[in-house]
C-alpha cells in the first residue's frame, strides 16, 4: 500500500485545513488508517479509523476540533482540523495497517502551520 497526503498548509489561529491522505496498492487489504504527526521532540498520535469506520479514536488534544473520516470508494482518507492551533503545528504523516502480517505503510508527511 502507497499512500500520499496533500492539503497541508499554513493558517491563522482559529481557522481551519483538510488533509488528505490517498492510498493505492492492496487497498482492500487495509485494516486501520490513521494521521500521526511529527513536531519538534514530538510524535503524536492524532486519530484512527477502521476500515469500515465504526472504531475512531482521537487524541486528547485534538478531540472536538478534528474529524477523521474515510472514502473507501475513493480510497481516501481524511483529518478536518477545525479552530486550529499554534501548538497543531507539525508534518503530518498519514499511516495503513494492512494485509495479514498487518504491515505499515507511511506517507511522505505534509506540513501544517498555525501562526498565532
Known amino acids: 500500500v502507497q499512500l500520499v497526503e496533500s492539503g497541508g498548509g499554513l493558517v491563522q489561529a482559529g481557522g481551519s485545513l483538510r488533509l488528505s491522505c490517498a492510498a493505492s496498492g492492496s487497498t482492500f487489504s487495509i485494516k486501520v488508517m490513521g494521521w500521526y504527526r511529527q513536531a519538534p521532540g514530538q510524535r503524536e498520535l492524532v486519530a484512527t479509523i477502521?476500515?469500515?469506520?465504526?472504531?475512531?479514536n482521537y487524541a486528547d488534544s485534538v478531540k472536538g476540533r478534528f474529524t477523521i473520516s474515510r472514502d473507501n470508494a475513493k480510497n481516501t482518507m481524511y483529518l478536518q482540523m477545525n479552530s486550529l492551533k499554534p501548538d497543531d503545528t507539525a508534518v503530518y504523516y498519514c499511516?495503513?495497517?494492512?494485509?495479514?502480517?498487518?504491515?505499515?505503510?507511511w506517507g511522505q508527511g505534509t506540513q501544517v502551520t498555525v501562526s498565532s
Open positions: 499511516n495503513a495497517l494492512w494485509g495479514a502480517t498487518m504491515v505499515r505503510s
Open positions: 477502521t476500515s469500515g469506520g465504526d472504531r475512531i
